[in-house]
């Protein structure tokens, strides 16, 4: 009976913070690096619509510039996954995301890497 009173508390601290929306990011990344400028474009041209500019998150999508989802917790596979199979939300209340079709794995990558690149210069990887 402990053992299942202690899974219950722990579950519960797990998910005092799921449902909520974050507050999007403010921050200057500063001029995006040649070696990111394509995976810029193609964030802005697919992403940004639910992930806001500079994936500082919008009404409709979370920040990605934020410490749930620097590579220790979201590795890169988890947002290769979440492109490919859409993701359930378990951190936001923001909905389920849908797969995104259309981009190759090359393409994932770059806008992999820009995200990356952006959650460094906000100082939170």
Do not use: K
């Not at 802005?44 to 917790?73: I, K, Q, W």
Request: charged share 15%; glycine share 12%.
């Amino acid at each position: 009976m402990i053992g299942r009173f202690a899974s219950a508390i722990a579950a519960a601290t797990l998910l005092s913070g799921c449902g909520d929306r974050a507050r999007p990011v403010q921050y200057d990344p500063g001029p995006v690096p040649a070696e990111h400028a394509a995976g810029e474009r193609m964030f802005n041209a697919g992403c940004a619509r639910c992930h806001g500019s500079l994936a500082a998150g919008t009404d409709l999508g979370p920040p990605l510039v934020h410490v749930y989802y620097v590579p220790n917790h979201h590795a890169d596979a988890a947002f290769r996954r979440a492109v490919e199979f859409g993701v359930q939300a378990h951190h936001w209340g923001y909905g389920p995301m849908p797969p995104v079709e259309g981009l190759t794995e090359p393409e994932v990558e770059q806008i992999i890497g820009y995200v990356r690149w952006l959650q460094r210069r906000a100082g939170i990887s």
